[in-house]
């Protein structure tokens, strides 16, 4: 089986910053491409960035100029660089990976447990 887990949520004032960090653990055979979405109250989850194995990156346009999306490739993992966040960032935030699995040989799309972000004065 495969994991991942989330880490850096947490309360910001607007104007400030935060890092969302997910690792990518257990049966792993090849990670493909990694990203982020968000759920606010009330709302469909939504893509806010997403970058492939070769690190070619897409954002929301919501999103593009105050984040970053960064992955690892020796480690498994794919960060979440939040600047400039407004009170609409305010949302729980969730990893996305698609994984190749050793134990089974196929792609699986994997999903962290998610981390709350509150931007707020």
């Known amino acids: 089986q495969v994991q991942l887990v989330e880490s850096g949520g947490g309360f910001v004032q607007p104007g400030g910053s935060l890092r969302l960090s997910c690792a990518a653990s257990?049966?792993?055979?090849?990670?493909?491409?990694m990203g982020w979405y968000r759920q606010a109250p009330g709302k469909e989850r939504e893509l806010v960035a997403r970058?492939?194995?070769?690190?070619?990156?897409n954002y929301a346009d919501s999103v593009k100029g105050r984040f970053t999306i960064s992955r690892d490739n020796a480690k498994n993992t794919v960060s979440l660089q939040m600047n400039s966040l407004k009170p609409e960032d305010t949302a729980v935030y969730y990893c996305?990976?698609?994984?190749?699995?050793?134990?089974?040989?196929?792609?699986?799309?994997?999903w962290g447990q998610g981390t709350l972000v509150t931007v707020s004065s």
């Open positions: 996305n990976a698609y994984v190749m699995s050793a134990a089974r040989m196929m792609w699986l799309e994997f």
């Open positions: 970058i492939t194995d070769r690190s070619v990156t």
């Open positions: 257990g049966s792993i055979f090849s990670v493909g491409a």
